[in-house]
């Protein structure tokens, strides 16, 4: 039978609340790999242009031969207890496994740990409320490191091997999909290099340039104006004069200067109305816009992200989106997951002119696509999304000054999430 797209309608909300939706992806859906028992523990490299990732999932009765957590198969775990066991465990896999870049090490931080537990052919967060016995649990534990040299192959030497297990299956994600290896205490090291998308870091072109907006309005420099007419007389007097003061000479040409540095100071004549634009044309504008949105969550440091997104969005709508956006970066440490949006496409653009001013309307159509990635799991999505936008020119440029999302779909799942290359 045909698989039925689902569309999911929104209520009413604030322009810059619908943007998360907008961005974000579903982590908690099913994985596409074969169903297998997870291993007591497994590893995984999560590579892009911006950023590594390297991943623990391990069980902590595993765990307790190299840490002493004090529990046994017969413990059960209470939500206090795993609370306090996450710092000691956080500390001692941050100085396992290393990973370095022509013999210098990467330095990672710690980016999130849960404890989660196998559900049909995936991992789940566990109930936070609940407690729980160890056998039933593992522990997910995500170091970040900033992607500095994309030309460079990384070395990984992984010296966590379990005593019962035969080798650890790392599993590496990136641009060109998802590899397996296995590592075993006699192979335990990996030369691996990412396979990054052409341009990864490069940010979005800008859009189109401002048209001509209205014919029927004039932009004056009125103090340049202003002050050149009020130099008028005394040019005159000074040019028809017989004997020259250099004094008023040097004041003149001074007056000149400061009246030429302030043409940018302009007054308009006229009404202004909207912008009549194609579909096309309006097409051509929010690419470029929606790219800046989506790239602006690539930057780790906050004042970065304002900066790229204020290059796209601007008005009342610039603060409040900017920050939907670091709520929807934070909530990543919630669900567990990793989201890189990959591209984006517009199938349609219906543009109308704003009835007051310059700018337009436009019932936008567009399909989204990207990876998720978590607890050695990734899954490609790609979302399609319908929103309106209103765009309007603001310092000399288009940015998205509002927009209501009305409803998201989602593709159906391919066959499979992800390629995988045994070692």
Known sequence: MPQKKISISFPALQPWAVLTLAISFASGLPAQETPSPPADLAGALYLDAWQIEKEFVVSPLALQQWLDLGITADSRL???????LKPRIGNFLAQKCPVTIQGEPIEFTLDRIHFIEPKATEFSLIDPEATVSPQDIRISAVYAAPNMDLRQALQVFWNLIPEN??????????????????????????????????????????????PTLDGNVIRLPWLTVLIGLGLVPPVIRFLCSERKNPALAVLLILLAVAATSLRHIK?????????????????????????????SFHYRKRSEQYDALSKVVGGAA??????????????????????????LRIEDSQPSPLPDRPGFTAACNWEVSGRVGHWGHFHDRTNLYRATFVVEPLQDSWKITQLSLHEREREPEPASASTSTPD
């Open 165 to 210: 297990a035969p080798f650890v299956t790392v599993k590496v994600a990136d641009a060109g999909g998802t590899r397996s290896f296995n590592l075993t205490k006699f192979n335990p090291a990996l030369n691996i290099r990412g396979r990054y998308r052409s341009a990864g870091r490069n940010a979005p072109p800008p859009p189109p340039a401002l």
């Open 267 to 295: 007054v308009e004549i006229g009404k202004a109305s909207g912008t009549e634009l194609s579909e096309t044309q309006s097409s051509r504008i929010l690419d470029p816009l929606l790219r800046g949105v989506y790239h």
């Open 318 to 343: 610039l603060t409040p989106i900017f920050l939907e956006v670091q709520r929807t970066l934070e909530s990543r440490a919630r669900d567990g997951s990793r989201v890189r949006v990959n591209d």
């Open 78 to 84: 209470s939500p206090e207890e795993r609370s306090a």
